[in-house]
């Protein structure tokens, strides 16, 4: 079993910059895609970005295309979201994710496809 801890997130104005972190104990980390996905009030948990397990190829949402790195450390056992030019909508509880398909080359972007949620990270955005 796989178990993911976040770090980062907070408080920020439009236009600045976070990089969320997530890191795990667990020896297979390396077998698995990663995702990110966030969750507004009110709204369902939705797709962000997609990290292959070698990290060779990421996939994002067409909402931050552009604007967020999806990228991973697998001798870290960490996968990082950074979030560059953050607008006031981008405010969401954060989670990390493993893909349950493993290595798939589906690139899934389902939340129903993913375990071992983080405990989710807090990003506000302000105006």
């Known amino acids: 079993q796989v178990q993911l801890v976040q770090s980062g997130g907070g408080l920020v104005q439009a236009g600045d910059s976070l990089r969320l972190s997530c890191a795990t104990s667990?020896?297979?980390?390396?077998?698995?895609?990663m995702g990110w996905f966030r969750q507004a009030p009110g709204k369902e948990r939705e797709f962000v970005a997609g990290?292959?397990?070698?990290?060779?190829?990421?996939y994002y949402a067409d909402f931050v295309k552009g604007r967020f790195t999806i990228s991973r450390d697998n001798a870290k056992n960490t996968v990082y979201l950074q979030m560059n030019s953050l607008k006031v909508e981008d405010t969401a509880v954060y989670y990390c994710?493993?893909?349950?398909?493993?290595?798939?080359?589906?690139?899934?972007?389902?939340?129903?496809?993913?375990?071992?949620w983080g405990q989710g990270t807090q990003v506000t955005v302000s105006s």
């Open positions: 994710a493993v893909d349950r398909t493993g290595r798939s080359r589906r690139y899934s972007r389902v939340a129903g496809d993913f375990g071992s």
């Open positions: 667990g020896r297979a980390f390396s077998s698995y895609n």
């Open positions: 990290i292959s397990w070698s990290g060779g190829s990421t």
